[in-house]
């Protein structure tokens, strides 16, 4: 499986961004897809995803703020950024995986990590 991200980049805050991943390759299995950020001496961390029937889950951080969206027949996920601040400024990483009935995943892959600045 193949992840390409593209959006990232430079923004004021409380502006917007746009960043997109397209999956490609043994995709049929593939039931959940992410995003995922991490800053600067932090970890890793959830930011929105979004399984194949459309559920969706957000960290509080960035509730009502970010919306993440799939088109399926486009194996891409889309994830709207409005209202940055500058503590969303992080490399973002597309996630898509399978998760299994326990809610853990079976396997995940990473795309490339997107550059996202808020200058304040």
């Known amino acids: 499986v193949q992840l390409q991200a593209f959006g990232g980049g430079l923004v004021q805050a409380g502006g917007s961004l746009r960043l997109s991943c397209a999956a490609s390759?043994?995709?049929?299995?593939?039931?959940?897809m992410g995003w995922y950020r991490q800053a600067p001496g932090k970890q890793r961390e959830l930011v929105a995803r979004?399984?194949?029937?459309?559920?969706?889950n957000y960290a509080d951080a960035v509730k009502g703020r970010f919306t993440i969206s799939r088109d399926n027949a486009k194996n891409t996920v889309y994830l709207q950024m409005s209202s940055l601040k500058s503590e969303d400024t992080a490399v973002y990483y597309c996630?898509?995986?399978?998760?299994?009935?326990?809610?853990?995943?079976?396997?995940?892959?990473w795309g490339q990590g997107t550059q996202v600045t808020v200058s304040s």
């Open positions: 390759g043994s995709i049929k299995s593939i039931n959940v």
């Open positions: 996630n898509a995986g399978r998760v299994v009935v326990t809610g853990t995943y079976e396997y995940h892959y």
């Open positions: 979004i399984s194949s029937g459309g559920l969706t």
